[in-house]
């Protein structure tokens, strides 16, 4: 892009969309992107046909960009994405600007993800998916052998749902929000419920419940997996998250991103991490104290599940929001006086506080889910999040997820093999 200022003429002058599309170097359905994600601020003039942009704002935001290659960090050391959707600080997070655990605690998890996805907010709606793509993904799922895991069932209702949809490969804006706003309903309704008298429909939050305990849910059981969802939407650049910005860096379609964050959430460092929190607790309940638990794992070599956050040095405000929520829960008292024995014993000889994946063990053992039920919600709730990360990156510059090699191997040349 040519170096220049984007200032012609007079303090206040406004740029059409053509002129700030052409002085950013990308296509006007970017600077609309750029807007939904409250880089750009637009005006449409009066008696206008168009949308008009403060010259100085997008001269500073090409400047920045200059500033920021995406894909690299400053420093050149470790892989960096420029992204609007998740800001970590300290010990708060941030989703578009707005503290997420406000949004989680005012807000149910379809109006969280309108809010990451489009930058507005649209109280009270709930994602419906067709019957024709619940049909072909319940039945991919039922196929699959009973000991199948939660983000086995996940994975393949998302593939079986992406050969249902002949439109997936349409990569705009709208087309992958209508994707987003079907998939995750037939996720969800392609799990087999634990009620024969379950039914589909309301918030996800409760259509969720039922495929995770045959308990009858209480309202404020439902407020806790509904604001947990909320706040596991996202968490910028995780693993998963990065996997499927790669995938989508490729251009693969909606539902391979999502398939690819599901194949990273399956490792123990990530998504399983809530079910080793939720055995732990089972055992504390079942031995009546921490200490025993906590020496054995410590003996084992190995890290008390559900303690610490690499980036949080304090607590962890996800758990923090969802274990209040939990006082007000009375099946999940006894988890969370566990959980809370859990972290008094460690204290005595590290820092670590509680993160997520306990908060979210006691909200599985509380309400008798299995111990995999936490995977189940962390899979569903990051969904939103890769299709937030899924629509900015098509907005980037295609194939540019691609780090150079650090080769270590025998230097050529080298005799052929025998």
């Known amino acids: 892009m040519r170096d220049q200022e984007a200032t012609p003429g007079h303090d206040g002058a406004r740029l059409t969309t053509k002129e700030t599309a052409e002085l950013l170097g990308v296509k006007p359905e970017t600077v609309y992107a750029y807007v939904s994600r409250g880089?750009?601020?637009?005006?449409?003039?009066?008696?206008?046909?168009?949308s008009t942009f403060d010259a100085k704002e997008v001269a500073a935001l090409a400047r920045r960009n200059r500033r920021e290659p995406s894909g690299t960090s400053p420093a050149g050391g470790e892989l960096s994405v420029r992204t609007s959707i998740t800001l970590i600080d300290k010990d708060r997070y941030y989703f578009r600007g707005v503290d997420a655990t406000d949004l989680a605690a005012l807000h149910s998890y379809e109006e969280i993800?309108?809010?990451?996805?489009?930058?507005?907010?649209?109280?009270?709606?709930?994602?419906?998916?067709?019957?024709?793509?619940?049909?072909?993904?319940?039945?991919?799922?039922?196929?699959?052998?009973?000991?199948?895991?939660?983000?086995?069932?996940?994975?393949?209702?998302?593939?079986?749902?992406?050969?249902?949809?002949?439109?997936?490969?349409?990569?705009?804006?709208?087309?992958?929000?209508?994707?987003?706003?079907?998939?995750?309903?037939?996720?969800?309704?392609a799990l087999p419920p634990l009620r024969h008298d379950h039914r589909d429909e309301g918030p996800l939050a409760r259509r969720l419940w039922g495929r995770l305990t045959g308990r009858l849910p209480d309202d404020a059981s439902l407020r806790a997996l509904d604001t947990a969802l909320g706040l596991l939407v996202d968490h910028d650049l995780a693993a998963s998250t990065?996997?499927?910005?790669?995938?989508?860096?490729?251009?693969?379609?909606?539902?391979?991103?999502?398939?690819?964050?599901?194949?990273?959430?399956?490792?123990?460092?990530?998504?399983?991490?809530?079910g080793l929190a939720h055995r732990m607790l089972l055992d504390v309940l079942d031995r009546g104290t921490a200490a025993p638990v906590v020496a054995d794992e410590l003996r084992a070599g190995r890290r008390i599940p559900g303690l610490g956050?690499?980036?949080?040095?304090?607590?962890?405000?996800r758990a923090r929001a969802l274990f209040a929520l939990l006082e007000d829960v009375p099946a999940a008292a006894p988890a969370l006086a566990a959980a809370r024995d859990i972290v008094a014993t460690t204290a005595r000889h590290t820092s670590l506080h509680a993160n997520v994946d306990l908060a979210l063990a006691v909200l599985t053992v509380g309400s008798g889910m299995d111990a995999t039920a936490g995977e189940t919600v962390f899979a569903v709730a990051r969904t939103a999040g890769w299709i937030a990360h899924t629509l900015e990156e098509y907005e980037e510059r295609p194939l540019r997820m691609r780090p150079s090699g650090h080769y270590v191997g025998a230097r050529p040349p080298q005799p052929l093999p025998e």
């Not at 601020?41 to 206008?48: A, C, I, Q, V, Y």
């Open 309 to 317: 956050h690499r980036l949080y040095p304090g607590e962890d405000p």
């Open 113 to 189: 993800a309108e809010w990451l996805w489009t930058g507005r907010m649209r109280p009270g709606i709930t994602f419906t998916a067709p019957d024709s793509s619940v049909t072909v993904a319940r039945r991919a799922v039922n196929a699959l052998p009973e000991h199948s895991g939660p983000t086995d069932r996940l994975r393949v209702a998302a593939i079986a749902a992406a050969i249902a949809d002949p439109l997936r490969f349409d990569l705009s804006p709208d087309a992958v929000l209508g994707t987003a706003r079907t998939l995750i309903p037939t996720l969800v309704a």
């Open 39 to 50: 880089q750009l601020s637009s005006r449409r003039e009066p008696g206008g046909r168009g």
């Open 242 to 274: 990065l996997a499927v910005r790669v995938a989508a860096s490729a251009r693969a379609h909606a539902y391979a991103a999502v398939s690819a964050g599901l194949g990273v959430l399956e490792g123990p460092l990530h998504g399983a991490a809530s």
